[in-house]
């Protein structure tokens, strides 16, 4: 299936490395102007963008903090000034400390769930203020299939992956009537540098709990996104997208 999104924008946050570059660059390919953020790394955005040059003129990079509302304030005003309209959403900035609940640290809890939970409860909101004057939008959240079945040692994961399931089906509730589809995509293990940390015998623990037998890649991920930021996706809305090789 071939996807045409010209004269579409769509912001992705985390959109500079790992599945955020994947959907990213996904959606140039099918066209679209795209406004991907990034929260510090520099050398990692600007090694995206001189990858991605044949597409200068679609794709703008912004650095920001999706945990602090004023900078996510400030980033959607950005974006109505420079770029007019957008209609499409999809969050992927998210991070993983991992410790079992005896010894985690309270100021590692904390920083997981503003991230992961409070950034999509940021990046939501005021995308939807938006989107709803123009009656029409797509939302994708990138989720965990952690936040369903729980893994030693990522208790704050899991809880902000689960928080954020439970966000999407209430919050695709309040929007349906302005024609606004909020869903889930919820990646199972893709080889990007977000499992690069875990030993290897980890890894191959891992690789033995999937089915197909291999890692996913960022474009295994990014073609339910893009499916689901389609018009023909219409009636799709409050669901979750299981992209796992069968975990």
């Not at 503003?114 to 989720?143: E, P, S």
Request: charged share 25%; with cysteine.
């Amino acid at each position: 299936m071939e996807f045409d999104f010209k004269g579409q924008t769509a912001v992705v946050t985390g959109g500079t490395r790992g599945i955020g570059r994947g959907i990213t660059e996904a959606f140039l390919k099918a066209g679209a102007k795209v406004i991907a953020t990034y929260q510090s790394n520099d050398q990692a955005a600007k090694e995206f963008a001189e990858s991605n040059k044949e597409y200068s003129d679609c794709l703008d990079l912004r650095s920001f903090d999706v945990t602090q509302y004023d900078a996510v304030e400030h980033f959607y005003r950005y974006v109505e000034e420079t770029h007019g309209e957008f209609q499409i959403l999809v969050h992927c900035s998210g991070i993983r400390i991992d410790s079992i609940v005896g010894m985690m640290r309270e100021d590692d809890w904390r920083k997981v769930i503003d991230t992961n939970l409070t950034g999509t409860f940021n990046m939501c909101k005021l995308a939807v203020q938006n989107l709803m004057r123009k009656r029409y939008g797509r939302i994708i959240v990138i989720t965990s299939p952690i936040g369903r079945i729980g893994f030693a040692g990522q208790s704050n994961y899991a809880a902000s992956k689960a928080g954020q399931v439970a966000f999407v089906q209430s919050l695709s509730k309040e929007v349906a009537s302005r024609k606004i589809t909020v869903n889930c995509v919820s990646p199972g293990f893709i080889d990007t540098d977000f499992i690069g940390d875990v030993p290897e015998e980890q890894k191959k623990a891992y690789l033995n709990m999937v089915p197909l037998k291999r890692f996913g890649s960022p474009e295994d991920v990014a073609h339910p996104v893009l499916f689901l930021a389609s018009a023909e996706a219409a009636y799709i809305t409050g669901s979750t997208l299981e992209v796992t090789g069968g975990l």
